[in-house]
């Protein structure tokens, strides 16, 4: 399977804790873009990279939120000190650079107790 | 600001007929357009697109049209197959905003058989 790929794909963990995500993006995409999707809402953009530089970061992705992509492959997304506002679908997609059409994973969903 | 709209929440169609879903578009500067179909627990998976340059664009069963003037695009679906039965999101991109996807809040489809 070449898609894009997310680990763990769900998440249970207690308020205050540290939790990171994983995603593996389509390996020749440059462009890595990472999503939240709540109930009842689309998913929102929160930052992305192209190669390993992070270009963007939403105004929603608080100080809690850290992201990285070290060798322009895999990213990492970190919250530190969760709360149960960030119950929510963490959504991974990639693309080539220039490339309109970004390909989604399959999601890692995230509660916070 | 909600930049993309989706004003129709849910629509139920009968097999075999045609399923129209609208979205609507306020920033000008968007020059792509693209609607992904979502299955609980699951990530987006890309259905069809289109080009600001074009008005229309068609993939099989799936067809989708671009009206800039009144920043309206649809997405036609002939014939509807229970398969179909999903949430469809539309959203839109520039390349000057590095191409994120700004999401419409989503339609629930039902196909009844």
């Known amino acids: 399977d070449t898609g894009v790929s997310q680990n763990p794909r769900h998440k249970i963990t207690k308020r205050g804790q540290n939790v990171t995500f994983r995603c593996d993006p389509i390996?020749?995409?440059?462009?890595l873009y990472w999503y939240r999707q709540t109930l009842g809402q689309g998913p929102e953009f929160l930052t992305y990279?192209?190669?390993?530089?992070?270009?963007?970061k939403s105004r929603l992705l608080s100080d809690r939120f850290s992201a990285e992509r070290p060798k322009g492959s895999f990213s990492t997304l970190e919250i530190q000190r969760t709360e149960q506002g960030d119950s929510a679908m963490y959504l991974c997609?990639?693309?080539?650079?220039?490339?309109?059409?970004?390909?989604f994973g399959p999601g890692t969903r995230l509660l916070v107790l | 600001d909600q930049q993309v709209k989706q004003n129709s929440p849910s629509l139920s169609v009968q097999e075999g007929r045609i399923s129209i879903l609208n979205c609507d578009y306020t920033?000008?500067?968007?020059?792509?357009f693209l609607w992904y179909k979502k299955y609980p627990a699951e990530g987006p998976t890309f259905l069809i697109s289109?080009?600001?340059?074009?008005d229309k664009n068609e993939d099989g069963r799936f067809t989708v049209f671009l009206n800039k003037s009144a920043k309206h695009l649809s997405l036609h679906i002939v014939p509807s197959q229970p398969g179909d039965s999903a949430v469809y999101f539309c959203?839109?991109?520039?390349?000057?905003?590095?191409?994120?996807?700004?999401f419409g809040a989503g339609t629930i489809l039902r196909v009844k058989s």
């Open positions: 997609a990639s693309s080539l650079m220039g490339g309109e059409t970004q390909y």
């Open positions: 390996s020749e995409h440059n462009r």
């Open positions: 990279f192209q190669n390993e530089a992070q270009l963007e």
């Open positions: 920033n000008s500067m968007f020059d792509y």
């Open positions: 289109i080009s600001s340059i074009k």
């Open positions: 959203a839109a991109s520039a390349g000057f905003y590095g191409n994120k996807l700004v």
